[in-house]
Structure formats: structure tokens, C-alpha cells
């Protein structure tokens, strides 16, 4: 069975950091990554890394947000610094093999001004 079991969310001031983690089991991944949905959005992609660590960003988190990866432990992180009240959102994590995208349960961002 595929799990992607996500934490460390929350409520956190503007300007302040959040760290998450995102766990998987049940499948050999290949590239993961980090998503969010703010209300009234579509899904967007905020993150990815690759298994060889490469990493790419949407323009808006550049310089902030850091995703990284622990292969032997089948987990990827999100570190946010410099949070925006715009940054609230949902938070989801990704897994990519196979051409198959798998999707945790999301986990709640809340930035407040």
C-alpha cells in the first residue's frame, strides 16, 4: 500500500519558518515534491528534487524555501523560511515513479500578517 504521510504544519507570523515532512512507504520513488492549493486556487507547484538532489523552485519561494531529501529514509522536507501571509495554503507532497504522480493527505500552512 502507498503512503505519503505529511507533518509539520501550522500557524506561524509572518516572517517566521515552518519545516515539513513528508514520509512515504510502498513504492520505489524517483522525483518528489511539494504542492500547494491556497482557497479558490488551483494546485501549484511550489518544489521538486530529484534522487540525484536536483531541485527546482517556482519563482515566488526562490531564496526561502529549501526542499531536500533523505533516500535511505524515503522522506522529503520542506524548510520555509521568511513565510508571507501568501504562503498560506495547503500544503501536499508528491511522489513521481512510473509516470505515476501519488499524493498525501495535504497538511494546513496558515501565515498570518
Known amino acids: 500500500q502507498v503512503q505519503l504521510v505529511e507533518s509539520g504544519g501550522g500557524l506561524v507570523q509572518a516572517g517566521g519558518s515552518l519545516r515539513l515532512s513528508c514520509v512515504t512507504s510502498?513504492?520505489?520513488?524517483?522525483?518528489m515534491g511539494w504542492y500547494r492549493q491556497a482557497p479558490g486556487k488551483q494546485r501549484e507547484l511550489v518544489a521538486t528534487i530529484t534522487r540525484g538532489m536536483t531541485t527546482n523552485y517556482t519563482e515566488s519561494v526562490k531564496g526561502r524555501f529549501t526542499i531536500s531529501r533523505d533516500n535511505a529514509k524515503k522522506t522529503v522536507y520542506l524548510q520555509m523560511n521568511s513565510l508571507r501571509p501568501e504562503d498560506s495554503a495547503v500544503y501536499f507532497c508528491?511522489?513521481?515513479?512510473?509516470?505515476?504522480?501519488?499524493w498525501g493527505q495535504g497538511t494546513q500552512v496558515t501565515v498570518s500578517s
Open positions: 508528491a511522489a513521481f515513479t512510473f509516470g505515476i504522480t501519488y
Open positions: 510502498g513504492i520505489s520513488v524517483g522525483a
